[in-house]
């Protein structure tokens, strides 16, 4: 049974930081990655990582802010935000894929439960 188990939202105040862990467990996969969903908004993407060579790719939202990254080892997947912003409020699911990295909701095959984000100003 595959699982994916976020951890680490929390409110924190504009300018910030944030440090998001997601656990995977019960099969490998080619790529994972985070999305996030405001109120009233669609889910969108933020972020994604090749396991097995690290190669990433950000929304363009988020780039030269938030940084992926994953351990082996742990089967763990990592978003390390900063200077985080009132916009970036948002319930953030982690997703895993077994063929291409999850940049769309289509691409996605796995869904954490989602945890919530609040930035304020």
């Known amino acids: 049974q595959v699982q994916l188990v976020e951890s680490g939202g929390g409110l924190v105040q504009a300018g910030g930081s944030l440090r998001l862990s997601c656990a995977a467990s019960?099969?490998?996969?080619?790529?994972m990655g985070w999305f996030r969903q405001a109120p009233e908004k669609e889910r969108e993407f933020v972020a994604a990582?090749?396991?097995?060579?690290?190669?990433?790719s950000y929304a363009n939202s988020v780039k030269g802010r938030f940084t992926i990254s994953r351990d082996n080892a742990r089967n763990t997947v990592y978003l390390q935000m900063n200077s985080l912003r009132p916009e970036d409020t948002g319930v953030y699911y982690c997703?895993?894929?077994?063929?291409?990295?999850?940049?769309?909701?289509?691409?996605?095959?796995?869904w954490g439960q989602g945890t919530q984000v609040i930035v304020s100003s």
């Open positions: 019960g099969r490998t996969f080619y790529g």
């Open positions: 997703a895993a894929a077994s063929i291409g990295i999850p940049t769309t909701t289509r691409g996605t095959e796995y």
């Open positions: 990582v090749t396991w097995s060579l690290g190669s990433t």
